[in-house]
T-cell receptor
């Protein structure tokens, strides 16, 4: 069975600080990897995704993530956060074979102080 | 707005009552998923439809839960004899079967069982 582990439940940063949110997954086969974001009062939105190819993927709003297969990791990064990045971030994985449901991590709540 | 919609957005019910939620997916998406999210957790998979066929159900989906997608368009999730432990956010997502398909989420229905 698939599982996803997010390292931090809560992160507090000041504006302009750099961000890295950890995500590790457990699955024996080929996977697709996703980061979703949930802004306060809004629904889950896709931030970025990795299916194949370049392991460094860029998403919306200046976010990027790097897939390191040997470490089963897909960490999310942003060089300089803004107050508007305050949200909950979820890492998710599904198997890259036919249809497959998403397995989510528990989420990381990011609070950016102005 | 052509995104995934869910109705109602909030539902308060008394223990033992039945409730039904509706999900309208993005029109060209033939795959539809239901997830449940409780406080401090990421979404957990409940069930999946391809067109009108229910192809997978999670062990989380007890006998009191039933889902339908009669014409392969909208879907309903019914919970019979609700329990306090059913209090959660119920999320619907839809996708189109492409390589590395992305699931798009609705705003969710928040259920509170008193």
């Amino acid at each position: 069975a698939q599982s996803v582990s997010q390292h931090n439940h809560h992160v507090i940063l000041s504006e302009a600080a750099s961000l890295e949110l950890g995500c590790n997954y457990s699955y024996g086969g080929t996977v697709n990897l996703f980061w979703y974001v949930q802004y306060p009062g809004q629904h889950l939105q896709l931030l970025l995704k990795y299916f194949s190819g370049d392991p460094l993927v860029k998403g919306i709003k200046g976010f990027e993530a790097e897939f390191i297969k040997s470490k089963f990791s897909f960490n999310l990064r942003k060089p300089s956060v803004q107050w508007s990045d305050t949200a909950e971030y979820f890492c998710a994985v599904n198997a890259n074979s036919g249809y497959s449901t998403l397995t989510f991590g528990k989420g990381t709540m990011l609070l950016v102080s102005p | 707005d052509t995104g995934v919609s869910q109705d109602p957005r909030h539902k308060i019910t008394k223990r033992g009552q039945n409730v039904t939620f509706r999900c309208d997916p993005i029109s060209e998406h033939n795959r539809l998923y239901w997830y449940r999210q409780t406080l401090g957790q990421g979404p957990e998979f409940l069930t999946y439809f391809q067109n009108e066929a229910q192809l997978e159900k999670s062990r989380l989906l007890s006998d009191r839960f039933s889902a339908e997608r009669p014409k392969g368009s909208f879907s309903t999730l019914e919970i019979q004899r609700t329990e306090q432990g059913d209090s959660a956010m119920y999320l619907c997502a839809s996708s189109f079967p492409t390589s590395g398909e992305t699931q798009y989420f609705g705003p969710g229905t928040r259920l509170l069982v008193l």
